[in-house]
């Protein structure tokens, strides 16, 4: 073969991988041509709907004419439709293609049976969705529970045992991967059934925060993680507020705890009102600049939450199944032990109070004791100055 007829062949490999790429973003309804349509820059999932509602399906978009295209999209998207896709576009799409042949990963497009059903009421659902887990939880009933990053040790407490209580009568935890709240309402969903999912605002290839690398690893294995931006996506600011549209759109009911005054929580609970979900708040101390956004919520309709049978009631069929064990915290010692031990069983009561306002029952349930040991415990610490009885027998610890 001639030097020619070489250089020849070699000059045209590029463009023959080109028309190749390209015929298999035109099948109508390939993944190629989906990934295509997602990631041409300026299309967006609004104008992405615009087009499918027109043409029915992503190859069908390429293939339509220029003056139809620019009457739905402008004529600066319907040239990026009609001209031959750039090497930039054509390796994202093959490096999205190769990401969803791994094991345990999936693109679900709006045409896939298993994209979520509950994403399809709202009124921005993303073209597309990276998962990286248990598809099938995306389908699952689920409560949204998100808070404060900079959440009290108090705080922390309620999103995981919450969380966990509500994953072991079978919802489904969504939430943020973020710090604070999310990561522990992520722990506790991992211990129920339930399950957990979180939606990220960054490429679902991108670690972030690094600190919750280990936990999303544990929600890889046991839950599911799930991003609408294409792989390599920063975290950059804007996305975070936007993702929050998918954290409540794929829950039933969003509970907040710990938010202040204007906080990303109170972004998604606006969300999930706008989406016809319930939204749900747990109260706090007057004093505190976390319990404000949750207090906000109150006034502006949410329900007021101090146990998860305050949720439960909201879902009757998962109210059914909340013959939950008593939650025991570390430490706590069997009835026998704590009898030949009062101070031993005071510490565990103050322990589990907290500093929130509770009833009885919550109370006995996080001690592991039944309602008459407990009783004989409170009167002491109230006769000691160390708890205060509110109406409603409620009990708040002092000091």
Same mark, same amino acid.
């Given at each position: 073969?001639?030097a ?50 027109? #043409? ?5 978009? #390429? ?98 045992r #919450? ?37 990220? @605002? ?73 989406q016809?979900?319930?939204?749900f ?10 319990a ?32 939950l064990?008593?939650?025991? #915290? ?17 510490s ?31 009167l002491?610490?109230?006769?000691? @100055? ?14």
């Open positions: 073969m001639s020619a007829t070489e250089g020849g062949a070699n000059a045209d490999a590029p463009l023959a991988a080109q028309r190749s790429h390209d015929a298999a973003c035109d099948d109508p309804g390939s993944l190629a041509a989906w990934l295509r349509l997602a990631l041409t820059e300026g299309v967006g999932a609004g104008n992405g709907r615009r087009l499918l509602a027109a #043409f029915g399906l992503p190859g069908a978009v #390429f293939q339509a004419p220029r003056q139809v295209l620019e009457a739905l999209a402008g004529p600066r998207l319907a040239a990026a439709l009609r001209q031959p896709s750039s090497a930039a576009l054509r390796a994202s799409v093959e490096a999205a293609l190769d990401w969803a042949r791994q094991p345990g990963h999936a693109i679900a497009t709006l045409a896939d049976t298993h994209y979520p059903q509950a994403l399809l009421t709202i009124p921005d659902p993303p073209l597309l969705l990276y998962v990286d887990g248990n598809p099938a939880l995306l389908q699952a009933e689920a409560l949204a529970v998100v808070g404060s990053r900079n959440a009290t040790a108090q705080g922390l407490a309620h999103a995981e #919450f969380s966990e209580e509500l994953s072991r009568a079978g919802l489904a935890i969504v939430s943020g991967l973020a710090l604070g709240i999310d990561a522990a309402a992520h722990t506790g969903g991992l211990r129920g059934p339930g399950s957990t999912v979180a939606v990220i @605002g960054t490429g679902i290839d991108i670690a972030y925060p690094s600190r919750n690398r280990a936990l999303a690893q544990r929600i890889v294995e046991d839950g599911c993680i799930v991003s609408e931006y294409p792989l390599g996506m920063p975290p950059l600011a804007a996305n975070f507020p936007r993702r929050n549209r998918l954290i409540s759109g794929l829950a039933r009911a969003v509970l907040v705890i710990e938010a202040a005054a204007q906080s990303g929580s109170l972004i998604t609970a606006r969300m999930a009102a706008e016809g979900r319930d939204v708040a747990i109260p706090g101390s007057i004093h505190s600049p976390l404000k956004g949750c207090h906000q919520l109150i006034r502006q309709g949410a329900k007021l939450v101090e146990t998860t049978q305050d949720v439960l009631e909201e879902m009757p069929r998962f109210a059914r199944r909340a013959a064990p008593a939650q025991v #915290f570390p430490g706590a010692a069997d009835e026998s032990e704590m009898r030949a031990d009062d101070d031993a069983a005071t565990i009561v103050i322990q589990a109070m907290g500093h929130d306002p509770l009833g009885a029952d919550l109370l006995a349930s996080r001690c592991g004791l039944d309602a008459a040991r407990l009783a004989e415990l409170l002491g610490l109230e006769l000691e @100055g160390r708890i205060e009885v509110l109406p409603g027998a409620r009990y708040r610890r002092l000091g």
